[in-house]
């Protein structure tokens, strides 16, 4: 059956992170940006600051809403807690792509409420830091791994960068949404993201949503660095 998340047009399809100080300066952005996007993702910095009931006051004004909490806890807790998000309206939340945890989130998860996305390997990790964290594996085959382990447990889609997107869809197959960070416009800088890719790239290689942070938020222009990935996405469906 095709997935309720797909998206229907590339702007739908740009997800801003509202990575800011102040939920003030979040809904300023918001105001700002205006129709050029239609979907939001709100973070742990702006959670933080007070920023939570910005997620409905967005799905308010006919925004969507991925509310990027990351969980990974036991059992008990992630169901909890995804019970709470569940009645807040985000289309999305995220899970760290540990089995138990996904299986947990899956099965607490109210039918027809929020999806549920797997967080494979953190685009700001490259194969080093990996194995500074005592993995010897290369990222792509953690995501892999992790992306097999997000379809066993029933997952509604994937985070990964743009470099694994292309096998992370032979693996969960069309149905599954891949959601990507680490998107950087040509010659954009990095950041500390380490697996990065265009918004063209990222979607030619079967990325159905992309999240895009800094480069519009810490853009002189918001809305025309928002405008130029949206016409990007257009042009590379
Ligand atoms: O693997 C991941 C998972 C989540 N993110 C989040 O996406 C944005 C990216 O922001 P930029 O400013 O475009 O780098 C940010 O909110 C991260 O928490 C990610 O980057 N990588």
Redesign the pocket.
């Known amino acids: 059956m095709p997935s309720p998340f797909t998206p229907r047009t590339a702007r739908d399809r740009t997800i801003v992170?509202l990575?800011l100080p102040t939920p003030r300066a979040a809904s300023d952005l918001v105001d700002r940006l205006g129709d050029a996007v239609s979907f939001y993702?709100v973070?742990m910095q702006l959670v933080f600051a007070g920023g939570l009931p910005l997620v409905q006051e967005l799905v308010g004004r006919g925004k969507q809403v991925f509310l990027?909490m990351k969980l990974l806890d036991i059992d008990n807790t992630v169901a909890g807690g995804v019970n709470s998000i569940a009645g807040l309206g985000a289309t999305f939340t995220t899970i760290h792509a540990y089995p138990k945890a996904m299986r947990a989130a899956v099965e607490a998860r109210p039918a027809g409420s929020v999806g549920l996305l797997a967080?494979t390997v953190?685009?700001?990790m490259s194969d080093s830091d990996l194995r500074d964290v005592g993995y010897s594996a290369p990222a792509a085959e953690l995501v892999a791994r992790r992306a097999e382990d997000a379809l066993a447990a029933g997952m509604d889609g994937i985070?990964c960068s743009g470099e694994e997107a292309a096998v992370v869809r032979k693996i969960v197959g069309p149905d599954m949404m891949i959601v990507t960070?680490?998107?950087r416009p040509a010659g954009g800088a990095a950041?500390d993201?380490r697996r990065v890719m265009t918004p063209a790239a990222a979607i030619s290689a079967g990325a159905d949503y992309l999240?895009?942070?800094?480069?519009i938020t810490a853009a002189a222009d918001p809305v025309a660095a928002a405008n130029a990935i949206v016409a990007e996405i257009e042009q590379a469906l």
């Open positions: 992170a990575d993702k973070g990027d967080v953190l685009t700001s985070v960070p680490g998107i950041g993201q999240v895009v942070g800094r480069p």
